[in-house]
């Protein structure tokens, strides 16, 4: 069991930056975020594997949102700049336990999820 632990939420004005925390107690295939704002499904955001050679994002954060891993500390990062009112959502942080052939922009790609941290963007 792999236990994930969401910080760097925040309120903040549309335009300015956020970073994201998540530390893991134990080493999985890929990390991913993920964010669900009230009555939507949840929604891939950005993913990364540990050894670094994959990295993926969502359309809608691509050039604005950075993912990168601490392998030291065992926690992946989400770096949110340009922040937009639709960013608003809680944050989801998500580790998968091997590669199994399952996108990592897919929920069903993960194993472990950790409780959310919630972000407000305002206008």
């Known amino acids: 069991q792999v236990q994930l632990v969401e910080s760097g939420g925040g309120l903040v004005q549309a335009g300015e930056s956020l970073r994201l925390s998540c530390s893991a107690s134990?080493?999985?295939?890929?990390m991913g975020w993920f964010r669900q704002a009230p009555g939507k499904e949840r929604e891939f955001v950005a993913a990364i594997s540990w050894s670094g050679y994959l990295t993926l994002y969502a359309d809608s954060v691509k050039g604005r949102f950075t993912i990168s891993t601490d392998s030291a500390e065992n926690t992946v990062y989400l770096q949110m700049d340009s922040l937009k009112p639709e960013d608003t959502a809680v944050y989801h942080c998500?580790?998968?336990?091997?590669?199994?052939?399952?996108?990592?922009?897919?929920?069903?790609?993960?194993?472990?999820w950790g409780q959310g941290t919630q972000v407000t963007v305002s206008s």
């Open positions: 998500s580790a998968a336990r091997t590669a199994r052939g399952i996108s990592l922009r897919a929920v069903q790609g993960y194993d472990y």
């Open positions: 134990g080493r999985t295939y890929g």
